[in-house]
């Protein structure tokens, strides 16, 4: 075979956090919250501002929530639907992957989760923290890592 000068690479660190997870679990964990994220883009943000009227800023900064789950983490903390999240942990996001990112591999680590809840009726939003326990993500997310 004759080698093509294309290869993957998977940082040490990742393959560590890896190959522990796989000793202690025999899987991988990772933390499950129940929601379906949309980062505030230009777009995205022109299509609130059209839902939401002047009470949704152009300028708001945030992820924008697109769907909670049911008897999910996220829904039995109070986050709605149409939620934009400003902070977890005190640390500003503007997409959702620094949500991931903040939200770690730590099952059961409980974060402050802020919000702005927007009303359909042009009312400023309301600014709320919410506590969030990620858990486990459910079987049917870790049914592949067990096939």
Do not use: W
Not at 37 to 51: F, G, K, N, T, V
Not at 74 to 80: F, Y
Not at 111 to 130: K, N, Q
């Amino acid at each position: 075979a004759e080698y093509m000068g294309i290869s993957f690479a998977i940082p040490i660190d990742l393959a560590n956090e890896i190959l522990c997870a796989l000793r202690e679990h025999g899987r991988v964990v990772r933390p499950y919250v129940g929601v379906q994220l949309i980062s505030l883009d230009a777009p995205a943000r022109e299509r609130l501002r059209s839902m939401y009227g002047k009470a949704f800023s152009a300028d708001t900064e945030g992820v924008f929530v697109a769907g909670v789950k049911q008897h999910s983490p996220a829904q039995r903390s109070g986050l709605h639907q149409g939620d934009v999240i400003v902070a977890v942990d005190g640390q500003r996001v503007k997409n959702a992957r620094q949500v991931a990112s903040i939200l770690g591999k730590d099952v059961a680590r409980t974060v402050v989760v802020e919000v702005l809840r927007f009303s359909h009726d042009g009312a400023a939003p309301r600014r709320i923290s919410l506590k969030v326990t990620p858990e486990d993500r459910p079987d049917a997310f870790n049914k592949h890592a067990q096939d």
